[in-house]
């Protein structure tokens, strides 16, 4: 050995791994939910304009073509006007096998009566699905599971699906390392977390040293009942039915009609079997429930969390956090704001970079957007709040919504709030200026004067569907 | 075409979009195929068919003119309106999505190249050598 070969280091100095993404970069996505799809969808889709092929393993240890809670998502399962909207410009079209329902209209049930709002264009504008396969009575396989549906589009662009559940993350030699259940570590350029706050996997990432905690959370209550298509067509209809209900620590409550099933989600302080018990009994969700209903005859019940907080930071080099597992919409629209994300984040890993400051200018500037709707949302939301728990203003909402039904669109001020906040249609800051309009203002001020004056609002919309 | 189809349903020969009306939204063929038809002088001219997952009144999002031509279904056809204020908003946040109206713009521009260089071939205009 000659003394030059003796004297040079045993490993050459490593160069430090780009923080950019390249011809067969490796990616690994976890969680294939609506939000892990999108975004190998978009990254796939972005580098083949760019001319790049890129690896991704998405990890995704359930089968959402399975029915019951090994292929569920925990969700309303409520695809928003915008969305639906976005989608379709996406070329991603939702069609009626997966899609339950379509709807075209909403109920809100309050004490003093119950109205219908129609969609401003007469369409099926909202779509109604199936998260998973369904509950696990959900023995007819008549629509596809949302989720699952999604995973064809990056799959039919070569993104591969791993069934496994991760369970060790590692950031070593400018990679991260990737253990998942029976199978060897793999490593990655880039690690995209799209698993939903009830993952315990989050908790992998909070001790990587990366500056990730976790969202602040609520919980929500969502049971199915089987009802059949035709009872649901007669009874509810293609409408969502929202009720602002004077029931102690209840936030908010829908009915969402799917093909055999109907949702019921319920949002508030501390949910509990009373809280409940006191919902379905409410003659307003009596009356528009078949009268066979049997509140206790569910085909299924959970109490997940829901992302109410978001999270500061959403990336560290090499690290993505999308849909709930980084910033979401209060209360409505999560997997809107899953698209949202996912795209944007897509977009910055693939165009601009994997580095924090990469992630900082290009990422985070989506989840800022609504992060900061959200917290117009807030204000927007002590609204409705402050209807559920006065009468007056209950009779006063009654009457002024009833009033506009007759009128053309521009001048259903307060249908088109009422439809946007609860269908998750607009961004919160657009429903609060719409709020604050003088217009608005005057003809809610006089709705309120005249329920003080002539007490209940007028009934005529309280037809069933 | 079930309960459960998104947009709405128009039966054989029903307008979607009639020329000379104000365009203010995008249209998404969902299901089925549509008629792009141009009247002039009493006489239509179909200017094409176009299917399932293909944009028309795109030309509402770049200028405030009047609809150019008729679109009507051709057979029962599900058609999806994208609003024209939440596409622009999008396209705010998401450039990138541009690149389907330029998509389908390109497409279109191509499609008329071929369809001018076929027209001056009937007249005889064309044949010259390439310079």
Redesign the interface.
Known sequence: MTAALRDAPAVAPRRQAPLTLDDGSRIAVIGCGPAGSLFAYFALE?AE?IGISLHIDIYEPRDFAVPGPQGCNMCGGIISE?L???L????I????GV????IDSYFLHMDVGSVRIDTP?????I?AVHRGAGPKTATERR?ESFDHYMQQYPLGRGAHLVHARVEEVRRENDRVTIKARDREPEAYDLVTVAVGVNSPILKLFEGLGIGYERPKVTKTLIREYRLGQDVI?RTLG?SMHVFLLNIPRLEFAAIIPK?DFVTMCLLGDDIDNAMVDAFVASPEVRNCMPPEWNPADRACQCLPHINVGGVDKPFADRFLFIGDAGVTRLYKDGIGAAY?TA??AA?AAVLEGISEEAFRRHYLP?CR?ISQDNLIGRLAFLFTRGVQHAGLLRRAVLRMTIEEQGKDGPHRRLSGVLWDMFSGS?PYRDIFVRMLHPAFMGRFLWSIGVAAVRGSAPRAGEARP | ????????TYEDGEIIVRQGDEGEA?Y?V??GEVEVVAERGGRETRLGVVG??Q?IGEMAIFERQVRSATVRALGQARV????RK??LR?IN??P??A??ILETMSRRVRDLSEEVVRLKEALGEGGGPPR
């Open positions: 972005l304009r915008s639906v909207q976005n379709a410009s996406e070329r079209s939702l069609t009626d899609v339950q329902r379509g264009l007469r369409e099926m504008r779509g629509w067509s293609s093909g949202r795209k944007a977009r989506a957007r607009a | 075409m079930t309960h459960a189809a998104l947009g709405r995008l998404m969902q299901e399932r997952d944009l999806l309106t994208l609003d939440n596409f999008r946040e998401d990138t999505l690149f389907r």
